[in-house]
Each structure stands twice: as C-alpha cells, then as structure tokens.
C-alpha cells in the first residue's frame, strides 16, 4: 500500500467513524466520490436536513438551498488577510487589504475540520450509546 492508498483509507475510516459517532449521514452519489468530493446531511436535531461537503480542491462548504429551489454553497474554510494590487488607469500600483480562503488540502484534516465546525457552530453532541424510550433502555449497536 502507498502513502496515497494509505491517507485515503484514513480518510474512509475517519468518515466511517464521523458518521457512527454524530447524527451525520454520508450523502454522497456516485459521480461526487468520483470527483473527490464527500457530502453529508445532518439527520436530526433541529439542524436536521442541513448539508454540508468537503471538496478534492482543498474546501468545506456548507450547501443550501435558496428561495428560489437553487442550491448555494457557503465557504467555511478559515480566512487569512493579505493584500492585493491592482494598477490605476494613470499606471500606479495601488494595493487594498483582502480576505483569501486557506484551503485544506489533505482529505482527513478537511473532515476533521468539518467535524470541529459542526461542535462548535451546531452544537452537535456524539450520538448516546444508551436510549431510553418509555423507561425501556435500549443499547445502539
């Protein structure tokens, strides 16, 4: 097994193990595992329904739809300032402060990202090993 072969089956156990632990599904079709791209969907709570992805590029995004029936992503990944430079119409260099996106590039530390964010931002708690419906206590396998 090379170290490619070696990151990725990381990344499947860290993803396997993301979505027993957290009420998280991994939504992903055929052609988005194709592409490198991972999508899950919360499935309960009142976050439930929420998607959010991790993509090959190096983002994590947060998908939802609009009003108008369309999906739109939202940027997660942390920022950094920097500058950029643009020449005047009189041909003088001229910069202004920008925001730039860090991209992360390995699969599993894109997951553990995302599983970051969604403890903070969501409030997502591991899933109880124990239940109890009615006085009944039942165990999840």
Do not use: W
Request: net charge positive; proline share 3%; aromatic share 12%.
């Amino acid at each position: 097994m090379d170290y490619l072969e070696r990151l990725k089956a990381e990344a499947d156990t860290f993803a396997q193990q993301l979505t027993q632990d957290y009420p998280l599904v991994d939504a992903t079709t055929k052609m988005q595992k194709k592409n490198g791209t991972r999508m899950f969907e919360i499935t309960s709570g009142e976050f439930s329904g929420h998607r959010f992805a991790t993509y090959q590029s190096g983002m994590v995004r947060k998908i939802t739809r609009t009003r108008f029936n369309e999906l739109s992503c939202y940027q997660l990944n942390p920022t950094r300032i920097g500058k950029e430079y643009f020449m005047n119409s009189d041909l003088k260099v001229t910069s202004y402060p920008s925001k730039s996106r860090v991209k992360i590039y390995t699969d599993e530390r894109r997951l553990m990202y995302l599983k970051k964010y969604l403890i903070k931002n969501y409030n997502m708690l591991p899933l109880q090993d124990i239940i109890e419906v009615d006085g009944v206590k039942y165990k999840r396998i």
